[in-house]
């Protein structure tokens, strides 16, 4: 059978004995078919042994068995007969076999798929051609492969600029991976050193303070043992007076009582007392105080400035990007929205109607929507400009500091110019670090944290704050320059070389 299997399509349908197509067609007992006369001419002979043998299988018969026509593969044959006559089919080439030859044999007929239906677009048997593709537009498998390869060049003018696309972008990807690893190694070997001198200098000041602390034990301790000591003495010498005042007062010699009083009679009126008045163990809690303060403040300094790099350095804060709106009804004197509300222009000429929403005297702006949760945006300053968060509940009317970004409770600003400046309820802070006209701002509304970034190849933290928030926040700009200043909040866009938040 596995022989069989393997032969061409049309061999199945030929007579082993004749070697020609089937003639009046029979299936023996063991499934080989036959032609009736050359199978029956076969058994004809074997009458005399009384057996009967299968020339293919050799499978004997001990009863000569009934050879009965079978229609359905005469039928078979009939329609196989005028397709081998049909052009294209006579040039069709058997396959040889493989070890895929399973893949391409026809589940329904169990024939080798050697043509293809161009109607259905599939792979097909001999069978199928004369089955349920009878009618259809069938071509060799060979014919239509050679067809579709011709298209491959095509397909290579396209895939390759896409391949050169994606090599590139993995040569990057790879530079990338080669900066931060450079990056990171870096900066383990400059904290280590950075940490070796901390620890360095933490012990030389902890074996200083122990010094001083030593010293000063035994400066202390020597004052308070000579007072001591003296006070031993006069405690002796006191007891011994005591004594003799016993003494005396038990005297019965008058003359001799009153001429031993006069001498012990100074005594009477010594308020002296060499113990210090003045607690001064004052010293070792001052020292403790500055070492735990000190100590407090690394904590802190170290806790938040790492655990808020961890965050940055992985990009989270991209997926908490938005776009901010400012507000028509909040845009103060001088100042003129454009480009759906997302360009701030400094402008003397601009003049607005009375809103309770608007700032009065001040050229400011808040953004439209309030903000909570996770938030990160980015802005385009032209030249001076005032970056800001404000609860909706800043004073708009007025001069005073109520109104002004920074000088009050309500808002918080970075003040972008020459250097930047921090202000917050009217406490100035300086920050020292590169220009950029890029700023960065990130808010964890819940989580009270407030940054902001100068952003350009690299993104450096310019100020934090921790805080509670007690209300949504609004983003907010300042302009007081020269005509033609602006603000643009843009689109945060990704970039393969943001590497690091300092």
Not at 242 to 263: G, I, N, V
Not at 428 to 448: E, F, M, N, W
Not at 467 to 481: H, I, K, N, Q
Request: net charge neutral; charged share 25%.
């Amino acid at each position: 059978m596995a022989q069989q299997r393997n032969q061409a399509p049309e061999e199945k349908f030929c007579c082993s004995i004749c070697l020609d197509l089937l003639k009046d067609p029979v299936t023996i007992p063991c499934g080989h078919n036959y032609c009736m006369s050359c199978i029956k001419t076969s058994w004809d002979e074997g009458d005399q042994r009384g057996t009967y043998r299968c020339t293919l299988c050799r499978d004997t018969f001990s009863q000569r068995p009934v050879l009965v026509k079978s229609t359905m593969l005469a039928d078979l044959v009939e329609k196989l007969k005028p397709h081998y006559g049909s052009p294209t089919l006579k040039k069709r080439k058997c396959v040889e076999a493989s070890v895929k030859l399973q893949e391409n044999i026809c589940s329904r007929h169990g024939e080798v798929m050697t043509f293809f239906c161009c109607t259905d677009q599939q792979c097909i048997c001999i069978l199928c051609s004369m089955d349920n593709h009878n009618g259809h537009d069938i071509v060799s498998a060979a014919a239509e492969r050679t067809e579709k390869q011709n298209k491959f060049g095509e397909i290579w003018q396209n895939i390759q600029p896409k391949i050169q696309d994606r090599e590139q972008d993995a040569k990057l990807l790879q530079k990338k991976m080669e900066t931060i690893n450079y990056s990171a190694d870096k900066a383990v070997e400059d904290s280590e050193k950075i940490f070796t001198e901390l620890i360095r200098v933490i012990e030389k000041r902890s074996s200083e303070v122990k010094e001083q602390i030593r010293s000063w034990q035994k400066t202390e301790g020597s004052r308070v043992k000579e007072l001591q000591e003296k006070l031993d003495q006069e405690i002796t010498y006191m007891k011994s007076k005591k004594a003799e005042l016993d003494k005396l007062s038990r005297s019965e010699d008058h003359t001799q009582f009153l001429q031993s009083y006069c001498s012990l009679s100074i005594l009477t009126g010594s308020t002296y007392s060499p113990v210090p008045k003045t607690d001064r163990l004052w010293y070792f809690k001052d020292v403790i105080a500055a070492v735990k303060a000190a100590s407090d403040k690394m904590q802190n300094i170290l806790t938040e400035k790492l655990s808020f790099s961890k965050l940055m350095n992985s990009a989270e804060y991209l997926q908490y990007s938005c776009q901010i709106m400012m507000d028509p009804n909040t845009v103060g004197i001088w100042l003129v929205l454009s480009d759906e509300n997302r360009k701030i222009t400094f402008d003397k000429k601009a003049r607005y109607p009375e809103h309770p929403d608007r700032f009065e005297y001040s050229p400011q702006v808040l953004s439209k929507e309030g903000l909570t949760g996770r938030c990160y945006w980015e802005m385009e300053i032209s030249r001076d400009a005032k970056v800001a968060v404000a609860y909706k509940s800043i004073a708009r009317s007025g001069s005073s500091n109520a109104c002004f970004f920074g000088q009050n409770k309500k808002s918080w600003v970075l003040h972008c110019n020459d250097s930047y400046t921090f202000m917050h309820d009217d406490d100035l802070t300086l920050i020292s670090a590169p220009k950029s006209s890029r700023i960065g701002v990130y808010l964890d509304h819940s989580a009270g944290t407030l940054a902001f970034f100068s952003v350009s190849e690299t993104m450096t933290l310019l100020h934090r704050v921790q805080t509670t928030f007690t209300e949504p926040l609004y983003a907010g700009v300042y302009l007081s320059g020269s005509d033609g200043d602006t603000v643009e909040f843009g689109r945060v866009v990704p970039s393969l070389k943001r590497q690091r938040v300092d």
